[in-house]
């Protein structure tokens, strides 16, 4: 009697485990340097907005930052965004640089945002309570400078 012989006994073996992958690469080890000169030639597009024009509006405190300017003066900068209006989601931006010449502005700015501080020294780790307040700010413009003025604080936007 013939011996069987199975199809699958002609097939060699493999290896059911593929070679390991290597991992996708990270953005600190990617290589972008290829893109160089494209980059470099490439002309951004113009935005499609300007700045907000001056004005009242009802804006949220939603970003906050103390910081030193180049003088070395304190700075406190403000982002807020736009709550209602045809400007809604936009942000407005204000800077104020603390020195004794501005300090009764800067107190000023804090108190219409219910911050009260027995010393400014306070402020930095008492920094996150701004975050959310509603304010009704004016924005105006002389020349090419625009400053932000606190109007009142809201309790509802």
Request: a positive charge; charged letters at 25%.
């Given at each position: 009697?013939?011996?069987?012989?199975?199809?699958?006994?002609?097939?060699?073996?493999?290896?059911?485990h593929?070679?390991?992958?290597?991992?996708?690469?990270?953005?600190?080890?990617?290589?972008?340097?290829?893109?160089?000169?494209?980059?470099?030639?490439?002309?951004?597009?113009?935005?499609?907005?300007?700045?907000?024009?001056?004005g009242?509006?009802?804006?949220?405190?939603?970003?906050?930052?103390?910081?030193?300017?180049s003088?070395?003066?304190?700075?406190?900068?403000?982002?807020?965004?736009?709550?209602?209006?045809?400007?809604?989601?936009?942000?407005?931006?204000?800077?104020?640089?603390?020195?004794?010449?501005?300090?009764?502005?800067?107190?000023?700015?804090l108190?219409?945002?219910?911050l009260?501080?027995?010393?400014l020294?306070?402020?930095?780790?008492?920094l996150?309570?701004l975050?959310?307040?509603?304010?009704?700010v004016?924005?105006?413009?002389?020349?090419?400078?625009?400053?932000?003025?606190?109007?009142?604080?809201?309790?509802?936007?």
């Amino acid at each position: 009697m013939a011996e069987f012989v199975s199809l699958f006994d002609s097939i060699p073996d493999f290896d059911m485990h593929p070679p390991t992958a290597h991992p996708p690469p990270t953005a600190q080890s990617m290589d972008l340097s290829r893109f160089n000169r494209s980059f470099e030639a490439e002309q951004a597009p113009a935005p499609t907005f300007g700045e907000v024009p001056d004005g009242r509006y009802r804006v949220l405190i939603t970003d906050l930052e103390l910081s030193l300017a180049s003088t070395g003066n304190a700075v406190l900068k403000y982002g807020l965004r736009v709550a209602a209006g045809p400007f809604e989601r936009r942000m407005i931006w204000k800077r104020r640089v603390i020195t004794a010449n501005t300090i009764r502005y800067t107190k000023s700015e804090l108190l219409t945002c219910g911050l009260r501080l027995e010393r400014l020294s306070d402020l930095n780790r008492r920094l996150a309570e701004l975050q959310g307040i509603g304010l009704e700010v004016s924005k105006v413009t002389k020349g090419d400078k625009s400053d932000v003025f606190f109007n009142r604080r809201l309790a509802t936007l």
